[in-house]
């Protein structure tokens, strides 16, 4: 919970004791965040009551944040004059995004009180491919063109009554609508009135198309720590912009689905509290029965080598340890090399020296682990030298290779165009474990002469 505790028990203690101008006052002073988040921490028709007592512009800030369910139940409590009220504060990608999470119906409501011309962005909004830089940039952009002067850029910044959510970047254009320039409102206000926007406006444009991918967007705006990104079409016109705002919740969508994936998991768009336990079950059984069945190799090459381990029951002992060290290894790698792709700092064309490197590391760890376990099995069993040795020699080959397969699937998969978080830690691990146990018994059979 962002706010404080003490702060959410009054507010709780108003509304039980039904002091609405109170709880009222203290919401409209409130930052909008928490305020949503006070609402969601509530029974929904105790959220959509004390929704309703809010002030029009406050309303419409804390609407855009509120999950789907409690929007719908908010709409569903609304007048069209209400609805009318609200929608109009809201930013064009706000209506976006709360479009796409209702049924048809509410659709059908929402937009026939959206004014025409609104409407007709909000309709060209949802003909881009979802999670694409089209999908979540926000039309409402301070358009300038270059004869103008910085006294006629104020006015026309003042006149667009636009709200600081992209004020603090302008976007010259020609009379084609085509990008050229951008100037900064703080350079607008450091310079003389009559000085041109030719004069200070910057072409070095860093810009991302309406298709460009919602995770490349995100990734420029780490790179170049921007606070607004104009987005472009396909022939380069200026049809709006990303905002910081919405980079940040991208890469925060990204990231969390990138580590459900590489938990072998199916991504969820919802909350984990608000996830039922069967919808939590469907996304991950596909996942946890693939896993299952694959991990019958392993059996089956136990079942192979079932006389050398019956030979030297000792040997089995230490099965799960080179199995988990393998599987630990290749965790290891694979998470640095999905996190580098992700960053787009490793491309498949680097395979070889990001295979060379992992190999040394694996040949120091591994042996710096055989040496270990060599001491160990030694005290732990005197006399046994033979399978110190074998299992020794094993964890080394057992490191190497988990560090080899964890940076050859990753990459496959981006090569192929698949996501490379899907060969994450559980299927890397699946791997290793058949491979080890291969190892330890050709190995074993080797030295020990079984």
């Given at each position: ?17 039904r ?20 609402l ?25 944040l ?10 569903a409590?609304?007048?069209?004059d ?12 706000e ?15 929402i ?13 060209q909004?949802?003909?881009?491919p ?14 300038l ?7 006629d ?21 020609d ?6 320039g ?22 070095d ?5 309406t298709?460009?991918?919602?995770e490349e967007v ?12 104009p ?93 988990d060290?393998?599987?630990?290894a290749g965790?290891q790698?694979?998470?640095?090399i ?6 787009d ?15 040394s ?6 042996t710096?682990?055989a ?22 020699v ?19 998969a ?15 691990t ?9 190892i ?10 079984i």
């Amino acid at each position: 919970m962002l706010m404080e505790e003490k702060e959410f028990n009054e507010l709780l203690e108003l509304l039980k004791n039904r002091q609405f101008k109170k709880l009222k006052e203290l919401l409209d002073e409130m930052n909008e965040v928490d305020a949503a988040e006070f609402l969601g921490e509530l029974e929904p028709k105790d959220a959509v009551k004390v929704f309703r007592i809010l002030n029009k512009e406050v309303a419409a800030d804390v609407f855009a944040l509120l999950d789907p369910d409690l929007q719908e139940k908010a709409i569903a409590s609304m007048t069209d004059d209400e609805l009318s009220d609200i929608i109009d504060e809201l930013f064009v990608d706000e209506i976006v995004d709360i479009v796409e999470e209702m049924p048809a119906s509410m659709v059908k409501r929402i937009l026939e009180n959206v004014d025409k011309d609104r409407r007709k962005k909000v309709n060209q909004f949802l003909n881009y491919p979802e999670d694409s830089a089209g999908s979540i940039m926000t039309a409402e952009i301070i358009h300038l063109k270059k004869d103008m002067t910085v006294k006629d850029a104020l006015s026309t910044i003042r006149k667009a009554k636009i709200d600081n959510e992209t004020v603090y970047t302008c976007y010259v254009t020609d009379s084609r609508r085509m990008l050229i320039g951008t100037v900064s409102v703080k350079d607008l206000l450091r310079s003389r009135d009559d000085e041109s926007i030719e004069e200070l406006m910057d072409t070095d444009i860093i810009s991302v198309n309406t298709l460009s991918d919602q995770e490349e967007v995100g990734q420029t705006f780490a790179k170049y720590g921007l606070i607004t990104v104009p987005v472009t079409d396909k022939e380069g016109r200026l049809v709006g912009a990303v905002t910081v705002d919405d980079a940040v919740e991208v890469i925060t969508d990204e990231a969390t689905e990138d580590f459900e994936k590489m938990a072998a998991m199916i991504p969820s768009e919802k909350p984990y509290l608000k996830t039922s336990p069967f919808e939590l079950a469907k996304n991950r059984i596909a996942w946890l029965m693939l896993l299952m069945v694959s991990g019958t190799l392993s059996g089956m090459i136990l079942a192979k080598f079932e006389s050398a381990f019956a030979a030297v029951p000792l040997l089995v002992t230490f099965i799960p340890m080179l199995n988990d060290t393998g599987g630990n290894a290749g965790s290891q790698t694979s998470t640095m090399i999905i996190r580098g792709m992700a960053l787009d700092e490793i491309e498949p064309k680097n395979f070889l020296q990001i295979w060379f490197k992992e190999v040394s590391t694996a040949l120091i760890t591994g042996t710096l682990l055989a040496i270990a376990n060599f001491i160990r099995v030694m005290i732990m069993y005197p006399g046994q030298g033979l399978i110190a040795l074998v299992v020794s020699v094993s964890m080394l080959f057992v490191v190497i290779i988990a560090q080899t397969v964890a940076v050859i699937l990753p990459i496959i998969a981006k090569k192929l165009g698949g996501d490379p978080a899907l060969m994450a830690a559980p299927f890397i691990t699946t791997i290793v474990d058949c491979l080890a146990l291969t190892i330890y018994f050709i190995l074993a059979k080797m030295l020990l002469g079984i």
